[in-house]
């Protein structure tokens, strides 16, 4: 089945610091989606994005369909930011999850 | 709107109990999916429900069954909980399945 790879799997950073998370995965995808699972468990949809670039705000996106991957990037990061950041893809009925990438921002 | 609902938030159940997780959404979602989250792992699906009347397995269905009472609600029933079943527990809903899905605020289930 389709595999899902994040990186990388753990982040320190400083308050103010810039970062980029990826996503990989092995197969042609129907859609993609980010998600940010706060330290209190809730997941907050960041971006629906099969292809192209997005932005909201000091959050971005880009996926390229063509060679498998997705970017998330961070700019000026908050504490808030805190938490696990997933990437989430479809082909057809399926849909997978990576692991994560948990991301911890310091004062 | 309140969005994507689930009863209770927390609930801890003996080997061998039963009992059936709720799931509502008010956004007009056609589709509704019931996943688990495991420590350390991203969240994988059980059961979807494409559209009001059809349900089909995902990738972890065994041990569960589902209801799609109504296009609102979803349930998720665990009829012989075994430990194995401890898990925090998503309910999410789309337009359709190629749309962003949005998830509710889990239930966490601990099974003794």
């Known amino acids: 089945g389709i595999q899902v790879e994040q990186s990388p799997p753990d982040l320190i950073l400083q308050e103010g610091a810039n970062s980029t998370l990826r996503c990989n995965f092995s197969?042609?995808?129907?859609?993609l989606q980010w998600f940010h699972q706060n330290p209190w468990g809730q997941l907050i949809n960041l971006f629906y994005i099969p292809s192209g670039t997005k932005q909201n705000g000091r959050l971005s996106a880009t996926t390229v369909a063509t060679e498998r991957y997705s970017l998330l990037y961070i700019s000026s990061s908050q504490t808030t930011d805190s938490g696990v950041y997933f990437c989430a893809v479809r082909k057809q009925d399926k849909i997978i999850f990576g692991k994560g990438t948990r991301l911890h921002i310091l004062p | 709107n309140a969005g994507v609902t689930q009863t209770p938030k927390f609930q801890v159940l003996k080997t061998g109990q039963s009992m059936t997780l709720q799931c509502a959404q008010d956004m007009n979602h056609n589709s509704m999916y019931w996943y688990r989250q495991d420590p350390g792992m991203g969240l994988r699906l059980i059961y979807y429900s494409a559209s009001e009347g059809t349900t089909d397995k995902g990738e972890v269905p065994n041990g569960y069954n589902v209801s799609r009472l109504n296009k609102r609600e979803f349930s998720l029933r665990l009829e012989s909980a075994a430990p194995s079943q401890t898990s925090v527990y998503f309910c999410a809903s789309s337009f359709s399945g190629s749309n962003e899905q949005f998830f509710g605020p889990g239930t966490r289930l601990t099974v003794l």
């Open positions: 197969d042609s995808v129907n859609n």
